[in-house]
């Protein structure tokens, strides 16, 4: 067995494939080079942050989250929802454990108890995570509506749908009628 750093080291580079992952989706919709499930994770625990902390919930923990909400793309891949009638959806948290065996006990337990929290949805933290991943992949429909793809409104309609937080719900309602731009004014 691997001493505790070595499994450290080679974790950090298999999350490094995140960064070589692309969201493929967008290539359904013309995006020629979509953002890295990396990307779109650092955006969404961002998103999580804030959205927790207008919810009165951990901005920490929700952040936490959505950090580790995609990681087992390592291994799968990004599955286009196009895919779900032909596959069966892997197990989040089987890919977890998978990836996180060689990990020290504490490191291993807490990326593996965040995807059980996220997959879970039973705390008001996984919701604003879950609907940060959702604002983000809003947010992106809309960047990439404004510099020319018109074939988001799927992904724009699908997003505002899956919200369940009320501070997530106003954000899209803000962020649709809203330029991509819009920050450089405010």
Known sequence: MADEATALAAFGYELGVLKR???TGWWQAGVRDPESVAEHSVRAAQLAAVLAAEEGASPERAAFLALWHDTQETR??????SAQPYL???DPGKITADQTAALPARSGSAVRSAVAEYEGRSTVEARCAKDADKLEMLLQALEYRAVGVSTVEEWISSARAGLVTDTARRVAEAAVALSPLAWRTL
């Open 88 to 90: 069966v959806k892997p």
């Open 76 to 81: 799968t891949g990004d599955l286009p929802h």
């Open 21 to 23: 992952v692309r969201r």
